[in-house]
C-alpha cells in the first residue's frame, strides 16, 4: 500500500511539473513571434482605417503591462493561476478569461468526450469484429472505411458536409446554437438544440479518432489472439465470443486505457480547425485566435493551461486504473501479488 | 476558359446595370417634370407625402422648412408602430414621449433613393470580431457633424444643421438642431461637443496620446460654446481639411456630458464614489468600460467588458446619436434597436430608420462568410469582399436573391524600392530613378488586369492622390506605366546594372550579384499580382525571388529596414490628404503600411545626426504639403501645389502603381432604398454617403 501511495504521489508532482513545463514552453514559444498582443490589437484597428503610430504600440503595450520583462510577466501570470484562479485578462478581447472561458472550455471538453466515446463506442466492438471475422471481404469493408477516416482531412468532412446541407437545406450549419439559445442559460430545448447542431463536429471528430481507435483495437486482437494463453485457453474448452471476451479483447482494451489521454488530446488538436470553419463558440477556435491571429498570450496560456490540466488528469487517472486492474502492472506498482 | 467565362458574365452584369440605370434616370426625369408641373397648381399647403422635390440646397436631404417650401406642404411626422417594445429593449431609457417631442425641432428631412419605406425587420450584417471588420455596419448606424453626399464632392450637414469656416480657416462653427436628443431622450447640445473634446480626446487618462487627427499641427484646438447650438473650433493653423476629416472619420466629435460625464472626476467630484458604488475601481475606469478609450463605436461595451458590473450602471451603452444603439454584446455578436430619437425624417415625414433592429455575427473565415452571402443570410456587405470572390457570388446571385455591384475602390497595390537600403550598392542603384524607371516600365500592367482582375481594373502609376483629382494632369497617372521591355533594359544598361558573367541575370553596378527579394503579406497585396512582377522583373534580367510572409513579419522587417521592395497596396483620396500628410513626408506613410525611406526619416527627427540625408525634392514636398493643407479645397494655390505634389511623387517614381482593382457590394434584393455606390472603399466611410438610415425591407 505503501508503494502504491508513493506512486500516486509521484505521478500527481510529475503531474503537477508537466502542466508548469508546458505553460512556459507555450508562454516562451509565443514570445519569438514577432509583434505582440498590443501591436496585433492596433493592427486590427488600422485594417479599419484608424491611423497608428508607434509611439500608440508602445502606449498600449504599457497599457496592458506587456512592457515588463517576460520572467515577470510569467511568474505573475502563473501565480495568479494557482493562487487566485484567474487567468487575467484577454488582450485582444478585452474581457476577463474566467469569464470567456466559464462555459466554453467545457463545450469544447464535451464535444471532444462525446466524440472520444462515440469513437471508442464504435471502434472496441467493430475492432474486435473486424479482426476475428471470418469474412475477408467485411474486414477489408471496415478497414477501407476506417483508413478513410484517417485519410480525409477534418476540415475537408466539415466542409463537404455543410456545402451539401447548405446546397440542399439551405443551412450552413454554423455555429453550436440557433440564435435565439445562444445566449440563455441552460434548459431541456437548448440542450435539444445543442444536440441538433454539435452532432456534426462530433461525426467529424469522431470518425477520425473511430479509425484510429479501431486500427488499435484490430492490430492488438491480431497479436494477442496467437499468444499461447490464448491457445491454452482454447486447450481447456473456452471457444467464440467468451473466449475472445475472457482473454484476448482484456488484454487489449490495455493499450486502449493507456492511451484515452492521447486520444483526447488528439481530438482537442483537431477541434479548432474544424472549430474555425464550424463557426463554433468554444475554445478551439479561440485558441486558434490567440496563437495565430492575436498572439494573446494570457488567452491561448490558459486554454492551453486548462487542456494540459485535463490530459494530465485523465493520464492520472488512468494510470491509477490500469494499476488496479492490469495485474502486471499492479505487481510492479504494488510489489508482490 | 473557365475565367473567360465568369468574365463575359460580369461584363453583361455591367451592361445590364447600365442599361439599369439609364431607364431609371429617364422615369426620374418623367416624374420630376410631373411633379414639377403639379406644384405650380398646388399652391395650398396639404400634408406631405413624400413627394420628390429639387432645388434643395444639398441633394437627397432638406432643412424642415426649405423642404416644406419647396414641395408645398406641411409635414405631420409618424413613427414606427413599434418603437414602445424597440424602446424597452433600451435598458435605461424611460417611457417615450409622441413623436414631434423626440424628433429635433428642425429634423433632417431625407428625401428616399426609390419611395417611401416601410417599418419592420432585423438587418442582419456580418463582421470578423469585436473591433475586427466592424467598419461596414458601423457605418450604417454612424453619425457626425457632416458627410460626404453620395457623389462624394461635397460635404453636407448631417447632426450640425450647417456649419461655416472663416476665411483664413482657422475658425470652424457648427450650428447644432435645436430640441435634438440623446437615445435617452437627455438633450443634446455644445456642451456635449467641448466634453468630447476637452475631457476625452485631451485627457491623458483616456487617451495617452490625443490621435492627430484631432490636433492641428500637433497642437490641440480650442473649443467655445457660443450657446446650446452653436459650437466654434478655434485652430492653432488654418486646416480646411478638418470638415472632411468630420464627414468621413468613424470619430464621433461628441459625446453625451450628462451621462458619461456623471463618472469624469473634472465633471463631477463624486465620480470616484459613483462609480466604486457600482463596483468599479474609479470613474475612469467606468469611463473605459463605456467608452473603450476610444471614438470608435465598435469598442467593447459594459456588456460584453464587465458584464457582472453592468447592471449596477444607469444603462447598458452610453447614449448615442445614431440610428442605432447596441442592446447585446457578446464574443459571438451584437445586436442593436432602431434609436428613438433618431433625428432624421424621411419626406412623408415618417422617422427613420425604417428598421428595427440590427444583428451583427462575427465569422473570421472568408470563405464561410462567402457561403452565408451566397445562402441569403446577410442583407448587405462590402468590407473584405474581393474581386476574387465575384464569380462565385455572381453564380448564387439569382437563388439568394441578391445582388452584387462592382465599383472602383481608392487606391491600388503599389511596389517600391528602399531608398534608404542598408547595402549602399543596392541603395545607390535603387536610388537613381533611371532604374525606377525601367522597372515600371518592365511591368505589365494590362496582363495583370486581365490575369487578376479579370480585366474590370484600371492599369495606373501610383500619383500620390487616388482618384486622381481633376486638378491634376491626367498624364501623371500613365507616367512610365506603358509596358516596354526594350525601354526597360536600355534604361537598365544605362544605370551600369548589365549582366557580367553572362548568367542572364545583371549584376550590381559594382559587380556583385544584384538580388530583389520582395517579401510580401496577402494582407497587403495578392500573391497573383507578386508572382507577375516578379516574372516581369526577372524578364529584364533583374533577379526577383518573392515568398509570401505574415503582415507582423513584413512590419517588422520594414521596421529594421530590411526589405528590398516594399509591396503594399496604397491610395489615399483628396479629401484625407487635405488633413494627413504622411503620404508625402519620409518615411512615406506610415507604420501598417508602406515606407521606404526609413533613414531619411531618421535624419530629418534626427536633425542630421543620424539616417540617411534626404534628396532636395523629399525636402520640397515636405514644405508642399504643409503649404497644400493650409489651402482651401478648390483655391487656385491647392490645385498648383497639389499638381506640384504630384510631379515631384510621380516624376521621381517614389512608388510604382501596378492596377486599381474594383470591388464587389453585395446586398439583398429586398433591401429597398439601396442605390448605387460610387466606390467601394473605408475612405469615405463606405455606406455613410449613401444613406443607410433610410434603406428598408421591401416585401
Redesign the interface.
Known amino acids: 500500500m505503501i508503494n502504491f501511495i508513493q506512486f500516486t504521489l509521484t505521478r500527481a508532482l510529475l503531474a503537477c511539473l508537466t502542466l508548469f513545463l508546458v505553460s512556459l514552453i507555450v508562454f516562451s514559444l509565443m514570445e519569438f513571434v514577432p509583434s505582440n498582443c498590443a501591436e496585433r490589437y492596433l493592427a486590427f484597428k488600422n485594417t479599419q482605417g484608424s491611423n497608428i503610430t508607434v509611439e500608440d504600440i508602445a502606449a498600449e503595450e504599457k497599457k496592458l503591462g506587456l512592457d515588463r520583462p517576460f520572467a515577470v510577466r510569467f511568474s505573475s501570470w502563473i501565480s495568479n493561476i494557482v493562487l487566485k484562479g484567474e487567468f487575467g485578462q484577454s488582450c485582444i478581447l478585452r474581457m476577463d478569461i474566467n469569464e470567456l472561458l466559464s462555459g466554453r472550455f467545457m463545450l469544447s471538453l464535451l464535444i471532444c468526450i462525446t466524440a472520444l466515446l462515440f469513437s471508442y463506442a464504435i471502434a472496441i466492438p467493430v475492432g474486435i469484429i473486424s479482426a476475428t471475422t471470418k469474412y475477408k471481404s467485411l474486414d477489408n469493408a471496415l478497414k477501407f472505411i476506417s483508413y478513410l477516416g484517417i485519410a480525409l482531412p477534418n476540415f475537408l468532412v466539415a466542409l463537404c458536409i455543410m456545402l451539401f446541407m447548405t446546397i440542399y437545406y439551405g443551412d450552413t450549419m454554423t455555429g453550436l446554437f440557433s440564435e435565439e439559445f445562444e445566449n440563455v442559460p441552460w434548459s431541456s430545448d437548448r440542450v435539444k438544440d445543442f444536440l441538433s447542431r454539435a452532432w456534426l463536429p462530433i461525426f467529424v471528430l469522431g470518425w477520425n479518432a473511430t479509425a484510429f481507435a479501431l486500427q488499435t483495437v484490430r492490430a492488438l486482437m491480431l497479436d494477442e489472439s496467437d499468444k499461447l494463453y490464448v491457445m491454452a485457453a482454447r486447450a481447456r474448452g473456452i471457444s467464440g465470443m467468451s473466449l475472445l471476451l475472457r482473454y484476448p479483447a482484456k488484454h487489449s482494451l490495455g493499450p486502449v486505457i493507456n492511451s484515452l489521454g492521447f486520444d483526447l488530446n488528439r481530438i482537442f488538436s483537431a477541434l479548432p480547425i474544424v472549430a474555425l470553419i464550424l463557426i463554433l463558440t468554444e475554445s478551439g477556435a479561440l485558441l486558434i485566435e490567440a496563437l495565430a491571429r492575436s498572439n494573446d498570450q494570457q488567452l491561448a496560456g490558459a486554454i492551453i493551461f486548462l487542456l494540459t490540466a485535463t490530459i494530465v488528469f485523465v493520464n492520472f487517472v488512468t494510470d491509477i486504473i490500469l494499476a488496479i486492474i492490469d495485474p502486471r502492472i499492479r505487481k510492479g506498482v504494488m510489489g508482490g501479488g | 476558359m473557365y475565367l473567360l467565362n465568369y468574365r463575359l458574365k460580369i461584363i453583361y452584369y455591367l451592361i445590364y446595370l447600365g442599361g439599369k440605370s439609364m431607364f431609371k434616370k429617364l422615369f426620374l426625369t418623367l416624374i420630376f417634370s410631373f411633379s414639377a408641373l403639379t406644384m405650380s397648381f398646388n399652391a395650398i399647403a396639404a400634408d406631405c407625402s413624400g413627394k420628390k422635390v429639387d432645388g434643395g440646397a444639398f441633394p437627397m436631404q432638406f432643412e424642415l422648412s426649405e423642404y416644406e417650401s419647396l414641395a408645398g406642404c406641411t409635414m405631420s411626422f409618424k413613427e414606427n408602430p413599434n418603437v414602445a417594445s424597440i424602446n424597452a429593449t433600451i435598458r435605461g431609457n424611460g417611457e417615450l414621449g409622441s413623436v414631434e417631442s423626440r424628433l429635433p425641432d428642425e429634423p433632417l428631412v431625407i428625401s428616399p433613393y426609390d419611395s417611401i419605406g416601410s417599418y419592420g425587420g432585423t438587418f442582419k450584417m456580418l463582421s470578423n470580431?469585436?473591433?475586427?471588420?466592424?467598419?461596414d455596419l458601423l457605418s450604417t448606424r454612424h453619425v457626425n457633424f457632416v458627410r460626404f453626399s453620395d457623389d462624394l464632392q461635397q460635404i453636407v450637414p448631417n447632426i450640425a444643421k450647417s456649419y461655416e469656416w472663416n476665411d483664413d480657416y482657422t475658425q470652424l462653427t457648427f450650428v447644432l438642431r435645436k430640441g435634438h436628443k440623446w437615445s435617452d431622450g437627455a438633450p443634446f447640445t455644445a456642451e456635449d461637443v467641448k466634453f468630447w473634446y476637452d475631457h476625452l480626446m485631451m485627457d491623458s487618462n483616456i487617451r495617452?496620446?490625443p490621435?492627430?487627427?484631432l490636433l492641428v499641427g500637433g497642437e490641440r484646438m480650442t473649443v467655445d460654446i457660443i450657446d446650446p447650438q452653436t459650437v466654434v473650433f478655434n485652430l492653432p493653423a488654418p486646416k480646411p481639411g478638418l470638415t472632411a476629416m468630420f464627414a468621413n472619420s468613424?470619430c464621433q466629435g461628441f459625446a453625451p456630458k450628462h451621462h458619461l460625464g456623471q463618472f469624469h472626476p473634472d465633471i463631477n467630484s463624486g465620480a470616484d464614489a459613483l462609480a466604486q458604488a457600482a463596483g468599479y475601481e474609479n470613474g475612469y475606469d467606468v469611463l473605459k468600460a463605456y467608452y473603450?478609450n476610444s471614438c470608435?463605436t465598435d469598442?467593447?461595451s459594459p456588456l460584453?467588458?464587465t458584464?457582472?458590473k453592468v447592471a449596477n450602471l444607469p444603462s447598458d451603452v452610453y447614449p448615442s446619436l445614431e440610428s442605432f444603439i447596441t442592446i447585446?454584446d457578446?464574443?459571438?455578436g451584437r445586436k442593436y434597436a432602431a434609436n428613438p430619437y433618431f433625428h432624421m425624417v424621411d419626406t412623408a415625414g415618417n422617422q427613420l430608420p425604417y428598421i428595427d433592429y440590427q444583428?451583427e455575427r462575427y465569422?473570421?473565415?472568408n470563405e464561410?462568410r462567402i457561403?452565408?452571402l451566397?445562402?441569403g443570410?446577410v442583407d448587405y456587405k462590402a468590407q473584405s469582399l474581393n474581386l476574387e470572390s465575384v464569380p462565385q457570388l455572381m453564380d448564387g446571385s439569382e437563388a439568394g436573391e441578391y445582388n452584387v455591384q462592382i465599383k472602383p475602390g481608392v487606391g491600388s497595390a503599389a511596389f517600391s524600392l528602399n531608398l534608404t537600403h542598408p547595402d549602399e550598392a543596392k541603395r545607390g542603384l535603387f536610388r537613381d530613378l533611371r532604374f525606377r524607371q525601367a522597372m515600371s516600365v518592365a511591368i505589365n500592367r494590362n496582363e495583370i488586369n486581365d490575369v487578376i482582375h479579370y480585366g474590370l481594373g484600371t492599369p495606373q502609376q501610383y500619383i500620390g492622390f487616388s482618384p486622381r483629382p481633376d486638378f491634376v494632369d491626367a498624364k501623371w497617372s500613365q507616367h512610365y506605366a506603358q509596358y516596354d521591355p526594350d525601354l526597360a533594359n536600355s534604361l537598365l544598361d544605362e544605370t551600369g546594372a548589365v549582366d557580367r558573367n553572362g548568367d542572364g541575370f545583371r549584376e550590381l553596378p559594382n559587380g556583385e550579384p544584384l538580388v530583389l527579394n520582395i517579401d510580401f503579406a496577402t494582407?497587403g497585396i495578392g500573391g497573383g499580382e507578386v508572382e507577375l512582377v516578379a516574372r516581369y522583373w526577372n524578364e529584364v534580367g533583374v533577379k526577383t525571388n518573392f515568398k509570401e510572409i505574415?503582415?507582423?513579419?513584413y512590419?517588422?522587417s520594414q521596421?529594421a529596414n530590411e526589405l528590398d521592395v516594399g509591396a503594399w497596396k496604397k491610395g489615399m483620396p483628396l479629401a484625407l490628404i487635405m488633413g494627413?500628410g504622411?503620404l508625402f513626408v519620409p518615411p512615406y506613410e506610415?507604420?501598417?503600411a508602406h515606407r521606404n525611406a526609413m533613414l531619411w526619416s531618421e535624419y530629418i527627427d534626427s536633425n542630421g545626426d543620424s539616417g540617411v540625408q534626404p534628396p532636395g525634392y523629399a525636402y520640397e514636398m515636405i514644405e508642399d504639403i504643409a503649404a497644400f493643407q493650409a489651402s482651401p479645397i478648390g483655391s487656385e494655390e491647392n490645385k498648383r501645389l497639389g499638381e506640384k505634389l504630384v510631379a515631384t511623387m510621380t516624376g521621381n517614381l517614389l512608388f510604382i502603381g501596378t492596377v486599381a482593382p474594383p470591388f464587389p457590394v453585395y446586398h439583398r434584393n429586398v433591401l429597398g432604398n439601396f442605390t448605387e455606390f460610387t466606390t467601394a472603399s473605408?475612405?469615405y466611410y463606405r455606406t455613410y454617403p449613401y444613406l443607410p438610415q433610410q434603406w428598408y425591407f421591401s416585401n
Open positions: 470580431a469585436t473591433e475586427a471588420g466592424t467598419s495617452e496620446k490621435y492627430g487627427y468613424y473603450g470608435w469598442t467593447p460584453l467588458a458584464p457582472d447585446e457578446t464574443t459571438e444583428n465569422i473570421n473565415e464561410i457561403l452565408k451566397v445562402n443570410e494582407q505574415t503582415p507582423d513579419e512590419r517588422s521596421s494627413e504622411k506610415d507604420y501598417f473605408y475612405e
